[in-house]
């Protein structure tokens, strides 16, 4: 196709011919002055247009073509001598009639640089048989198309190619024969306008059988002699072999020998791809950098025919479509229209006892057993470009989805993961029956990396295996944090302070007489960027084995008083007070007295809205320096909770000689409040329930008598706060009233009590 020119006619095409070569005129006046020479190059005749198989104006300008490469002037001189420049110029001024009596021939390629009208003819004629030779024996395919995308003529290596006579190629559309491809198509039109010379693509032809023939293409622009474009040669090599041997390379490289699943290859090309902003693959089918290495590296989808998949597998013939892995995902917007996030999820799999199926059954038949769970695995879970189930290597295997929305989706995957494995697997004659344990994972891609998926996969996974197999186990950030080694969490605490990563949640504390919000314990958390949120068990220890408790602690004492100052601001009748773990280290190696002091100038609070809470094992300890710094907290106005109370020393008689103003008693005691026994008959638990009443009920006295208050920790129902009530404790905090959670919650619950 030509754009912008008329239809290819045959007329036309002489008439182009014509024109072009220069000397032409020559050859048709010589037929027309009836020298009795037919036109050797069959010009004269509109009928032999067409004739298949001719075209004139292609030989003409070959040989133009071929004459002014021959022509150059190394060849030239050497061969005859003679003066370059004047061969050269020659050649372009082939012969016109006034040059009849003095032919001149190329002394490279004979082509006749001048000379009369019969031996011009003549040279002609065997310059043409010469090419039309080189045109029907090759060995590669050949053919013309014309401005509207149909054969003019095809030699007969292009007729085999793909299952064709010859005169059935003549007009024949090419589409006929080969896909159009848009982006192959763009080209095209670029070569037909003028716009390019030469255009090489891999193409699959529609061989008469319906097969597909792979082959490379070049597709070379013929203009005119003013340089306009006429119509296309196409030359055509057949490398389906090459292909499918390419193919099968591909193949084995990126597939599991036994089961056909893909391999650890393809699934981290897979994995690294789920990490890629969507839109941004490359296709490169070499493995991808960084698979194994932590990074999120950017990497390569591998493009794959069918054909290859068939070749490894039983589906021989199916050997069209193209499958290019994986295709771009699109983000899903966040509800808010803010940054979208993508999420991935994996299952990580593991058969549990295959060793012994191995052991006892023979290694023939644990290999069928891995065929067969690969083939159910793949056929329930594999979705195109979704999810991938790949083998991981002996009998492990990996549901990965790219794109996943969320937890749940992935655990439901994981539970019908293992109910199907369930089902009995009928192998060389007996039934055998397997469970799976499957570790998952599910996160946003932006909070971790492939390596980090494939490691808490696999850590989940064990513990799937240790909590006794045939289930699924959801990675636990806390799980997870609990495994580092305490080094490296310690050495992150520091760092994470200063990039903000820790945050202070608020529980209420609610007085069991008035049912009113008296204060509330600030905990703090943090907020971790690979293991989610860490509760304070996770790193308090750590940061006080390090050292770390003591900026730690002086900064969650700033924002809880920073707070309290607001709530104080909001609800300036509450006397809202906000109380504040102290670690044994924060009173031993820091000036905690100053800390506090300044903290309180800073944000304003007064002392008495400012509570801390201290274990009994710091301050029982030995030496004075807890007590001297109890003394000058609480002489300051700060009151002072020992906080666990009833789990270590317990010794009210030496805590009544210490500037302590509340008894925090420990959860443990709390559990144990429990209704009345059904009908009346009360069993040992219920005895021990009682027995816990009575003691709760006689610290709440002593403390009473020594002037404390008493706050008891964990009330998770209303009837252990109403028997609270009903020893005489003061105040209460546990789920009941709320779960710890954002400062906001407690303005909320005040705001509330405020207005009924
Ligand atoms: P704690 O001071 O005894 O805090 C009470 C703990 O009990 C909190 O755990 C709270 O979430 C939990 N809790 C509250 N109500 C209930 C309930 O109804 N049932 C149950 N089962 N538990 C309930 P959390 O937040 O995990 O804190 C654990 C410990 O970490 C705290 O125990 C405290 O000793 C320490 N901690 C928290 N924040 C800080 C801090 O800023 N500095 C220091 N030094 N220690 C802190
Ligand atoms: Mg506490
Ligand atoms: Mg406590």
């Known amino acids: 196709m030509i754009s912008g020119s008329a239809p290819f006619s045959a007329e036309r095409h002489k008439q182009a011919l014509l024109n072009r070569v220069p000397g032409a005129s020559t050859v048709r006046d010589a037929g027309h002055r009836g020298c009795g020479e037919p036109a050797g190059i069959s010009v004269s005749s509109g009928r032999e247009q067409a004739v298949p198989g001719r075209n004139e104006g292609a030989d003409a300008y070959r040989q133009r073509v071929r004459h002014a490469e021959l022509c150059h002037p190394a060849q030239t001189a050497t061969a005859e001598g003679a003066d370059t420049r004047y061969q050269r110029h020659e050649a372009h001024r082939l012969p016109t009639r006034s040059d009849e009596q003095s032919c001149v021939y190329c002394p490279t390629c004979s082509a006749p640089l001048g000379g009369t009208t019969r031996e011009l003819l003549a040279a002609l004629r065997a310059s043409e048989s010469r090419f039309r030779a080189a045109f029907a024996d090759a060995g590669i395919g050949m053919a013309l198309i014309d401005a509207e995308d149909r054969i003019i003529e095809a030699n007969p290596a292009f007729a085999a190619m793909i299952g064709r006579e010859l005169p059935d190629l003549v007009r024949t559309h090419i589409h006929d024969i080969i896909d159009p491809e848009e982006t192959d198509r763009q080209h095209y039109l670029e070569l037909v306008r003028g716009e390019r010379d030469r255009l090489r693509v891999e193409k699959r032809l529609k061989h008469r059988d319906g097969r597909a023939v792979?082959?490379?293409?070049?597709?070379?622009?013929?203009?005119?002699?003013?340089?306009?474009?006429?119509?296309?040669?196409?030359?055509?090599?057949?490398?389906?072999?090459?292909?499918?041997?390419?193919?099968?390379?591909?193949?084995?490289?990126?597939?599991?020998?036994?089961?056909?699943?893909?391999?650890?290859?393809?699934?981290?090309?897979?994995?690294?791809?789920?990490?890629?902003?969507?839109?941004?693959?490359t296709s490169t089918g070499a493995p991808a950098a960084g698979a194994e290495t932590g990074k999120p590296a950017g990497s390569a989808p591998v493009t794959l025919s069918t054909e290859a998949l068939a070749l490894g597998g039983p589906a021989a013939g199916a050997a069209t479509a193209t499958v290019t892995v994986p295709a771009a995902t699109t983000p899903a917007a966040t509800p808010g229209g803010g940054r979208p996030t993508r999420r991935v999820g994996l299952c990580y799999v593991d058969l549990d006892g295959f060793a012994a199926i191995n052991e006892t059954l023979g290694h023939h038949v644990g290999d069928q057993l891995l065929v067969a769970v690969a083939a159910r695995l793949e056929r329930g879970f594999s979705r195109d470009n979704d999810s991938l189930v790949a083998r991981l290597g002996g009998d492990e295997f990996a549901l990965l989805v790219a794109d996943s929305s969320s937890s749940e989706q992935l655990t439901r995957l994981a539970g019908e993961l293992i109910a199907a494995l369930e089902q009995p697997f009928d192998i060389a004659g007996q039934q055998l029956v397997v469970t799976a344990s499957v570790g998952v994972v599910e996160r946003p891609v932006q909070e971790t990396t492939p390596a980090d998926l494939l490691k808490d996969a696999d850590a989940t996974l064990y513990w799937s295996k240790a909590d006794g197999r045939a289930r699924w186990t959801l990675y636990d950030p806390d799980r997870g944090a609990h495994q580092l080694t305490r080094q490296r969490l310690a050495t992150a605490l520091r760092p994470a302070l200063e990039r903000g990563e820790f945050t202070v949640e608020y529980q209420p504390l609610v007085g069991l007489a008035d049912g009113a919000?008296?204060?509330?314990?600030?905990?703090?958390?943090?907020?971790?960027?690979?293991?989610?949120?860490?509760?304070?068990?996770?790193?308090?220890?750590?940061?006080?084995?390090?050292?770390?408790?003591?900026?730690?602690?002086?900064?969650?004492?700033?924002?809880?008083?920073?707070?309290?100052?607001?709530?104080?601001?909001?609800?300036?009748?509450?006397?809202?007070?906000?109380?504040?773990?102290?670690?044994?280290?924060?009173?031993?190696?820091?000036?905690?007295?100053?800390?506090?002091?300044?903290?309180?100038?800073?944000?304003?609070?007064?002392?008495?809205?400012?509570?801390?809470?201290?274990?009994?094992?710091?301050?029982?300890?030995?030496?004075?320096?807890?007590?001297?710094?109890?003394?000058?907290?609480?002489?300051?106005?700060?009151?002072?909770?020992?906080?666990?109370?009833?789990?270590?020393?317990?010794?009210?008689?030496?805590?009544?000689?210490?500037?302590?103003?509340?008894?925090?008693?420990?959860?443990?005691?709390?559990?144990?409040?429990?209704?009345?026994?059904?009908?009346?008959?009360?069993?040992?638990?219920?005895?021990?329930?009682?027995?816990d009443e009575q003691i709760v009920g006689a610290m709440v006295q002593l403390a009473h008598a020594l002037g404390l208050t008493v706050t008891a920790e964990g009330i998770e129902n209303a009837s252990q706060a109403e028997r609270l009530r009903l020893t005489g404790c003061d105040t209460a905090q546990g789920w009941y009233f709320a779960k710890p959670g954002e400062a906001e919650r407690v303005a909320a619950m005040l705001r509330a009590r405020k207005a009924g």
């Open 517 to 691: 919000v008296h204060g509330a314990e600030a905990l703090v958390r943090w907020r971790h960027p690979r293991y989610g949120t860490l509760s304070p068990d996770r790193f308090i220890p750590l940061a006080e084995e390090s050292g770390a408790i003591v900026p730690l602690g002086k900064w969650v004492l700033e924002e809880s008083c920073r707070q309290a100052r607001q709530w104080m601001a909001e609800f300036p009748d509450t006397e809202t007070f906000v109380s504040v773990n102290l670690a044994a280290r924060q009173i031993w190696d820091s000036d905690v007295v100053a800390d506090v002091a300044q903290v309180l100038e800073h944000t304003g609070l007064p002392p008495r809205l400012l509570q801390l809470e201290i274990t009994e094992s710091a301050v029982l300890g030995p030496g004075g320096r807890p007590v001297q710094a109890l003394q000058a907290l609480a002489d300051m106005g700060v009151r002072i909770a020992i906080d666990d109370f009833g789990t270590g020393y317990s010794n009210l008689a030496y805590l009544s000689r210490l500037p302590v103003h509340v008894l925090k008693l420990d959860g443990s005691f709390i559990e144990g409040f429990r209704d009345p026994a059904p009908g009346g008959r009360p069993d040992n638990r219920f005895r021990r329930a009682d027995a």
């Open 214 to 281: 792979w082959s490379n293409v070049t597709i070379s622009l013929i203009r005119d002699g003013s340089g306009r474009p006429l119509y296309t040669l196409a030359m055509v090599e057949d490398v389906t072999e090459q292909r499918l041997l390419g193919d099968r390379l591909a193949y084995q490289a990126l597939h599991d020998p036994l089961t056909r699943l893909p391999n650890r290859t393809l699934f981290f090309e897979r994995l690294n791809a789920a990490f890629m902003p969507a839109g941004d693959e």
